[in-house]
């Protein structure tokens, strides 16, 4: 080949390269377009729309596998009240030339709402015109990685999965959070939505951090309210069933009614009530009911009711037997109760509690009486404690309840500390603290009466 010859050869193959090059590029650029000189466009409208500040990082459209559209970090709200790490959406290509265009899936990575963005969702979901046709219809949503944020506790992270009719409705949908440990399917019926929840191994995100070896909740539920035939849960080595019903068309409003059996306290206790140490097997139907405008005020605004017992347990703190035996020292604080059986009548209203018609039973001693709790978890009431003593034989000893729920106090009513000491320095031990301190519950009862019948 002649020198001349070189040059035409060589500029042909740059001349090819360079188209490769291009057409290369031609390709690869309708797979990887950006978007983002659209964003400043779409925040306004979106900003419009839910009368918050939106803020998007980038928006690119992608064709491998299938054509979509990616766009990455979106904020919502001046404190980030939602975040988003990705949202993919997979459109029908063929829909876009018509007027419904059809979304077929919309993945949504990483998504934090907060309590203040939950709050608003109902208000964010209005349309201006219910009425008008929808311009986008969307088959299925998926959640990965989610996670809300509530005022006082957090839920998730979890994944969720929505799939949607022709008309927009859901067909199903699924929560799981991402340990396993809790599904949700909701399944749309006629005028109202099917709920299946099991757990294993779970704690309530909200509440007490109650543990559920197994709960299964089955239910209905409308826009406005729900109402769930079965509630079983086994916790603590016995079970609970029961049903209930919420609603929040205005506020708040919950009420149902359990039936526990053979519950045991020793770990349950300290956490429905901090600072109060129990054990034993409960037995008890509570029936419960709450009214309040948010959920924050749900549980100051519950009721509880209900007649219980609990065997076989100890209560930790205060010890009966010997605050009815020491009548003339004021040492009663510490100790523990043992009892056979434990029974009464339970009231427990905005955070205050009142026990009545409580008995004890345990070998030598017995009592009865009634204790009430503040909210402020201050103690205050009567305890009659029957026991057999040394000399002092089946003693009916009166005594106060007072202190606090952690540091409770027994002391022997005024009366019969008195009396007692009287008889003791007169008779001596024994006989004569008994027969002064059944001489001063004589004179309480005789003089108290009046005082009692003005309360």
Same mark, same amino acid.
């Given at each position: 080949?002649?020198?001349?010859?070189?040059?035409?050869?060589?500029?042909?193959?740059?001349?090819?390269?360079?188209?490769?090059?291009?057409?290369?590029?031609?390709?690869?650029? *309708?797979?990887?377009?950006?978007?983002?000189?659209?964003?400043?466009?779409? !925040?306004? !409208?979106?900003?419009?729309?839910?009368?918050?500040p939106v803020s998007i990082k980038s928006i690119k459209f992608v064709a491998l596998p299938l054509p979509h559209v990616t766009v990455d970090g979106i904020t919502v709200g001046k404190a980030g009240d939602v975040k988003v790490g990705k949202v993919t959406a997979t459109p029908d290509l063929f829909s876009l030339l018509s007027a419904t265009k059809v979304i077929r899936s919309i993945e949504i990575k990483s998504l934090v709402l907060t309590q203040k963005a939950i709050d608003k969702i109902p208000v964010w979901s209005k349309t201006d015109d219910a009425k008008s046709p929808a311009l986008v219809r969307i088959e299925s949503i998926r959640l990965d990685d989610a996670l809300l944020k509530l005022d006082k506790a957090s839920f998730g992270p979890f994944d969720a999965r929505v799939n949607?009719?022709?008309?927009?409705?859901?067909?199903?949908?699924?929560?799981?959070?991402?340990? +396993?440990?809790?599904?949700?399917? =909701?399944?749309?019926?006629? &005028?109202?939505?099917?709920?299946?929840?099991?757990?294993?191994?779970?704690?309530?995100?909200?509440?007490?951090?109650?543990?559920?070896?197994?709960?299964?909740?089955? $239910? =209905?539920?409308?826009?406005?309210?729900?109402?769930? #035939?079965?509630? #079983?849960?086994?916790?603590?080595? +016995?079970?609970?069933? $029961?049903?209930?019903?919420? +609603?929040?068309?205005? $506020?708040?409003?919950?009420? @149902?009614?359990?039936?526990?059996?053979?519950?045991?306290?020793?770990?349950?206790?300290?956490?429905? %009530?901090? @600072?109060?140490?129990?054990?034993?097997?409960?037995? %008890?139907?509570?029936?419960?009911?709450?009214?309040?405008?948010?959920?924050n005020q749900l549980a100051n605004a519950l009721r509880l009711e209900t007649s219980f017992n609990v065997r076989d347990g100890v209560l930790h703190g205060v010890d009966i037997q010997k605050a009815a035996t020491n009548l003339i020292k004021k040492d009663s604080g510490g100790g523990e109760t043992r009892?056979?059986?434990?029974? +009464? /009548?339970?009231?427990?209203?905005?955070?205050?509690?009142?026990?009545?018609?409580?008995?004890?039973? #345990? @070998?030598?001693?017995?009592?009865?009486?009634? =204790?009430?709790? &503040?909210?402020?978890?201050?103690?205050?009431?009567?305890?009659?404690? #029957?026991?057999? %003593?040394?000399?002092?034989?089946?003693?009916? =000893?009166?005594?106060?309840?007072? $202190?606090?729920? !952690? /540091? *409770?106090?027994?002391? *022997?009513?005024?009366?019969?500390?008195?009396?007692?000491a009287v008889g003791t320095a007169i008779l001596g031990p024994g006989v004569g603290t008994s027969i002064g301190m059944k001489a001063g519950q004589f004179a309480e009862k005789l003089f108290g009466r009046k005082e009692e019948n003005k309360r």
């Open positions: 080949m002649t020198l001349s010859a070189k040059y035409p050869m060589k500029w042909l193959k740059r001349v090819l390269i360079t188209l490769v090059a291009l057409l290369a590029i031609a390709i690869a650029v *309708p797979f990887f377009v950006t978007l983002d000189d659209y964003i400043p466009r779409i !925040e306004k !409208e979106v900003t419009a729309k839910l009368k918050e949607l009719d022709p008309k927009g409705e859901p067909e199903d949908a699924s929560i799981t959070t991402q340990d +396993g440990k809790l599904k949700i399917f =909701v399944k749309p019926g006629k &005028s109202n939505y099917l709920i299946d929840a099991t757990a294993k191994a779970w704690k309530a995100p909200v509440g007490p951090a109650i543990l559920f070896d197994e709960l299964i909740v089955k $239910g =209905v539920a409308t826009l406005n309210d729900a109402s769930f #035939s079965q509630v #079983s849960a086994k916790l603590y080595g +016995g079970t609970i069933t $029961g049903n209930a019903t919420a +609603g929040w068309l205005k $506020g708040l409003q919950i009420k @149902g009614n359990l039936d526990i059996n053979q519950v045991e306290l020793k770990s349950l206790v300290p956490l429905l %009530a901090p @600072g109060t140490n129990m054990s034993g097997k409960l037995n %008890a139907k509570p029936v419960f009911s709450a009214a309040a405008a948010t959920a009892f056979d059986v434990l029974s +009464g /009548h339970l009231v427990m209203e905005r955070e205050a509690q009142r026990f009545t018609d409580l008995k004890i039973v #345990s @070998g030598a001693l017995g009592a009865d009486g009634n =204790v009430n709790i &503040s909210a402020r978890k201050e103690l205050s009431g009567r305890i009659n404690a #029957s026991l057999k %003593a040394g000399k002092i034989t089946a003693a009916n =000893v009166p005594l106060n309840v007072s $202190g606090t729920v !952690e /540091h *409770p106090m027994l002391l *022997p009513t005024g009366a019969t500390m008195a009396g007692a």
